[in-house]
């Protein structure tokens, strides 16, 4: 009854001026209606009705005074950033963050904790959903409503139906139902979708990737992942699994067993478990002695003690990161080739622990791709880092939640909660 009732009060031309002024305005820190006018190529009265339906609504306030063209100088509008809050979470294979953020991505609260995500999906998603409560309590200022959630999880996820699939890390998490999960929780929309996607996401709205239109991000943490971004959006293919290329083979090596249960993937030779298993071996073999002091002091060697190790000049820690670095710059010269991308932005935790990785890669697409291809591409580290996925995560949502087929569910109603 709602919809027909939105369907009725807000036509369908009007609806889709509405969404453009809201994107035009929301991409934006502040704007004239003058530019709304230019850059979305519509007629002046439909961006001033639209304007004063958004000032209406709330979702639009009046900013400083604009510069004058000789008249009484119009105020700028800005987008309300606080008129509700969202909940995200961002899964990774040892670890959960969760935050609150406003609807412009912007963290007003951020914890960190390890975990792992094998414990399965009833465990790890009941410590999420607790963590929520706890830092929603925690915040007491907090005036606006929640109006929605968004989770990045370290598999492939069905994003249509907020489903995980089939995820090779995540035993008994397949055909899981996250979205809904929280949905039932918590009586707001929820979008889902894998932790990749989503710091790709980031990295383009507020981080390093921020004005580029054709961008690969590549994460390499315990695992390796991709995000690809073509003409401006995410890509994410007919299934969800566009840019899943740690599976892709790189190897004949039959000994090389990756944990998705083949031979010879990129992750299972230049991910993070296989650096730390590689720079075990090369301790254990006595071909490091700063690696050596890495285990009597920690007890292991993690990646990003080889990385580290690495910046330090030790010879067998160097070799170990070029080679990765190499054969991830392999892939992503090829990725080059496909999909001639600006940039390239390289994140993850393995690549936040030293230059050695990035100098690599950098060395093997520039030198491997032809000319055209890398004349402008530019490569560069992620600027969000660990935050990458929670902001995407809060991105994915506000750019649900202002959607064309989801506004139209809600904007009679003034706000998304209990739309599921
Ligand atoms: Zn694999």
Same mark, same amino acid.
């Given at each position: 009854?709602?919809?027909?009732?939105?369907?009725?009060?807000?036509?369908? =031309?009007?609806?889709?001026?509405?969404?453009?002024?809201?994107?035009?305005?929301?991409?934006?820190?502040?704007?004239?209606?003058?530019?709304?006018?230019?850059?979305?190529?519509?007629?002046?009265?439909?961006?001033?009705?639209?304007?004063?339906?958004?000032?209406?609504?709330?979702?639009?306030?009046?900013?400083?005074?604009?510069?004058?063209?000789?008249?009484?100088?119009?105020?700028?509008?800005?987008?309300?950033?606080?008129?509700?809050?969202?909940?995200?979470?961002?899964?990774?294979?040892?670890?959960?963050?969760?935050?609150?953020?406003?609807?412009?991505?912007?963290?007003?609260? #951020? #914890?960190?904790?390890?975990?792992?995500?094998? $414990?399965?999906?009833?465990?790890?998603?009941?410590? +999420?959903?607790?963590?929520?409560?706890?830092?929603?309590?925690?915040?007491?200022?907090?005036?606006?409503?929640?109006?929605?959630?968004?989770?990045?999880?370290?598999?492939?996820?069905?994003? =249509?139906?907020?489903?995980?699939?089939?995820?090779?890390?995540?035993?008994?998490?397949?055909?899981?139902?996250?979205?809904?999960?929280?949905?039932?929780?918590?009586?707001?929309?929820?979008?889902? $979708?894998?932790?990749?996607?989503?710091?790709?996401?980031?990295?383009?709205?507020?981080?390093?990737?921020?004005?580029?239109?054709?961008?690969?991000?590549?994460?390499?943490?315990?695992?390796?992942?991709?995000?690809? +971004? +073509?003409?401006?959006?995410?890509?994410?293919?007919?299934?969800?699994?566009?840019?899943?290329?740690?599976?892709?083979?790189?190897?004949?090596?039959?000994?090389?067993?990756?944990?998705?249960?083949?031979?010879?993937?990129?992750?299972?030779?230049?991910?993070?478990?296989?650096?730390?298993?590689?720079?075990?071996?090369?301790? =254990?073999?006595?071909?490091?002695?700063?690696?050596?002091?890495?285990?009597?002091?920690?007890?292991? +060697?993690?990646?990003?003690?080889?990385?580290?190790?690495?910046?330090?000049?030790?010879?067998?820690?160097?070799?170990?990161?070029?080679?990765?670095?190499?054969?991830?710059? $392999?892939?992503?010269?090829?990725?080059?080739?496909?999909?001639?991308?600006?940039?390239?932005?390289?994140?993850?935790?393995?690549?936040?622990?030293?230059?050695?990785?990035?100098?690599?890669?950098?060395?093997?697409?520039?030198?491997?791709?032809?000319?055209?291809?890398?004349?402008?591409?530019?490569?560069?580290?992620?600027?969000?880092?660990?935050?990458?996925?929670?902001?995407?995560?809060?991105?994915?949502?506000?750019?649900?939640?202002?959607?064309?087929?989801?506004?139209?569910?809600?904007?009679?109603?003034?706000?998304?909660?209990?739309?599921?």
């Amino acid at each position: 009854v709602a919809t027909n009732g939105a369907r009725r009060e807000l036509p369908e =031309e009007n609806l889709d001026a509405l969404v453009e002024v809201l994107d035009d305005i929301r991409a934006h820190t502040t704007r004239s209606r003058a530019e709304i006018v230019r850059s979305r190529n519509l007629s002046r009265a439909v961006v001033a009705q639209r304007v004063q339906e958004l000032l209406d609504r709330g979702l639009v306030e009046l900013g400083d005074a604009g510069p004058s063209t000789g008249g009484r100088a119009p105020r700028l509008l800005r987008f309300r950033r606080d008129a509700g809050h969202l909940l995200v979470a961002d899964l990774g294979a040892t670890s959960i963050d969760v935050a609150i953020a406003d609807l412009g991505g912007h963290l007003l609260v #951020h #914890h960190q904790e390890p975990a792992d995500i094998a $414990d399965g999906p009833e465990a790890v998603l009941g410590r +999420v959903a607790e963590l929520f409560r706890e830092i929603l309590a925690g915040t007491p200022r907090l005036t606006s409503e929640l109006w929605g959630i968004g989770v990045g999880v370290p598999g492939p996820v069905e994003f =249509e139906t907020g489903r995980a699939v089939a995820p090779p890390i995540m035993p008994g998490w397949d055909g899981f139902l996250v979205g809904e999960y929280f949905s039932q929780r918590f009586g707001v929309p929820v979008w889902v $979708d894998n932790d990749v996607n989503v710091m790709a996401l980031g990295e383009l709205r507020a981080g390093v990737a921020r004005g580029h239109s054709n961008v690969v991000f590549v994460k390499i943490g315990t695992g390796v992942g991709a995000g690809l +971004v +073509v003409d401006g959006h995410l890509h994410r293919g007919a299934q969800g699994s566009a840019g899943d290329v740690g599976h892709i083979r790189v190897t004949d090596d039959p000994a090389v067993i990756c944990r998705c249960g083949k031979t010879g993937c990129l992750e299972a030779v230049a991910g993070g478990a296989a650096l730390a298993r590689d720079g075990r071996a090369v301790a =254990e073999a006595g071909r490091s002695a700063l690696l050596l002091e890495l285990v009597d002091a920690e007890g292991e +060697v993690t990646a990003e003690g080889v990385a580290w190790a690495a910046g330090r000049g030790d010879p067998a820690s160097v070799e170990l990161i070029r080679r990765a670095g190499a054969l991830v710059g $392999d892939m992503l010269s090829t990725a080059v080739h496909f999909l001639n991308p600006s940039l390239l932005v390289i994140g993850g935790g393995v690549s936040a622990a030293g230059d050695e990785l990035l100098a690599s890669i950098r060395e093997v697409v520039y030198g491997t791709s032809l000319p055209l291809a890398t004349r402008d591409l530019a490569i560069q580290r992620s600027a969000l880092g660990h935050r990458a996925g929670v902001v995407g995560a809060a991105t994915m949502v506000a750019d649900g939640l202002f959607s064309r087929d989801r506004l139209g569910l809600w904007i009679e109603r003034g706000s998304p909660a209990q739309t599921t």
